[in-house]
């Protein structure tokens, strides 16, 4: 039983099927069938069901697969003690957003490719909110206020935004001042999220309701530019249109406490050190382009 059969087979498990494993591991589908064979023949048992969908853990699959992964991860980490300072192997998986993924991370991402050319850089750019675990990725990028999960995350750079709204809409609705009156307009949001807003000392959460909603920076950037509502984004987004007047800031006496930029990686002992390397280079590039965030 080598490390690679065990690699092939947590794949599979976490990523539900033949298909989406071998895309993650850049191999053939039928290599990875082989791969899967040989082991449930050397250990006796069936520890995936095949189904049309994909693939199914079986009650042994399941308590197999802790121990694969674990077993996976004290290799990477035996690997990693042993090889030269600053080289890197292996693969990184790496969930980045599409708001600001292409533009604030792309470059850094090769970067740190062009600087480890033995490390397979994978990455995947989508405002939905992935799975870590369950996707088999190895860290996220993420933007904004972190959820309350067992991720564990590093905060690498602060994030300012603002309340916005079309002078259209204001000269329609008028501008809110206030909290309450806040929840009185229609908002431009993600989906149910709560908004978080300053009072003095204090933060205030409070729970809009709006219409319209995307899980994209850009296309709640265009709702509000058609006057749609009121929106929270992220001050890089909005910038050149405040700066014209095609978007006026309003609830400017409760702004928003700064969001920020996470390195999220799923809860382990040792966390890998392509990982660390990650979050110590956004930590630079974030600090060269913001040095006031020093």
């Known amino acids: 039983m080598?490390?690679?059969?065990?690699?092939?087979?947590?794949?599979?498990?976490?990523?539900?099927?033949v298909s989406h494993a071998a895309r993650r591991l850049g191999v053939s589908k039928s290599i990875v069938s082989r791969r899967l064979a040989q082991l449930e023949e050397e250990l006796g048992v069936q520890l995936l069901a095949r189904n049309t969908r994909g693939a199914a853990l079986t009650e042994a699959g399941v308590t197999f697969r802790d121990h694969a992964a674990k077993a996976c991860a004290e290799i990477d980490l035996a690997k990693e003690a042993i090889l030269p300072a600053g080289d890197l192997r292996g693969s990184l998986?790496?969930?980045?957003?599409?708001?600001?993924?292409?533009?604030?991370?792309a470059h850094v991402l090769a970067e740190m490719a062009r600087r480890h050319p033995q490390l397979h850089m994978h990455t995947y750019y989508s405002d939905r909110f992935v799975d870590l675990i369950a996707e088999g990725f190895d860290c996220a990028i993420?933007?904004?206020?972190?959820?309350?999960?067992?991720?564990?995350?590093?905060?690498?750079?602060?994030i300012h935004g603002k309340f916005v709204a079309s002078p259209a809409y204001?000269?329609?609705?008028?501008?809110?001042?206030?909290?309450?009156?806040?929840?009185?307009?229609?908002?431009?949001?993600?989906?149910?999220?709560?908004?978080?807003?300053?009072?003095?000392?204090?933060?205030?959460?409070?729970?809009?309701?709006?219409?319209?909603?995307?899980?994209?920076?850009?296309?709640?950037?265009?709702a509000a530019l058609a006057?749609?509502?009121?929106?929270?984004?992220?001050?890089?987004?909005?910038?050149?249109?405040?700066?014209?007047?095609?978007?006026?800031?309003?609830?400017?006496?409760?702004l928003p406490p700064p969001a920020g930029v996470y390195v999220v990686r799923p809860p382990s002992q040792h966390p890998a050190r392509k990982v660390r390397v990650l979050t110590e280079l956004l930590i630079e590039c974030f600090e060269q382009a913001h040095p006031r965030a020093k």
Not at 94 to 100: D, E, H, S, W
Not at 182 to 195: C, F, I, K, N, V
Request: aromatic share 6%.
């Open 93 to 105: 998986r790496v969930a980045v957003p599409l708001t600001f993924g292409p533009t604030h991370f």
């Open 170 to 222: 204001i000269k329609e609705h008028g501008a809110p001042e206030t909290p309450k009156e806040l929840l009185e307009h229609p908002a431009l949001m993600q989906g149910t999220e709560s908004w978080q807003l300053t009072d003095g000392d204090k933060i205030i959460k409070v729970n809009p309701q709006g219409r319209f909603k995307a899980d994209n920076g850009t296309a709640l950037l265009a």
């Open 2 to 17: 080598d490390i690679d059969t065990l690699r092939t087979f947590v794949e599979v498990a976490d990523a539900g099927g």
């Open 227 to 254: 006057g749609l509502g009121i929106a929270y984004l992220p001050d890089d987004l909005i910038q050149e249109p405040v700066a014209s007047g095609a978007l006026v800031p309003v609830m400017t006496n409760h």
């Open 142 to 158: 993420r933007v904004g206020y972190l959820r309350d999960s067992k991720l564990i995350a590093r905060c690498v750079g602060p």
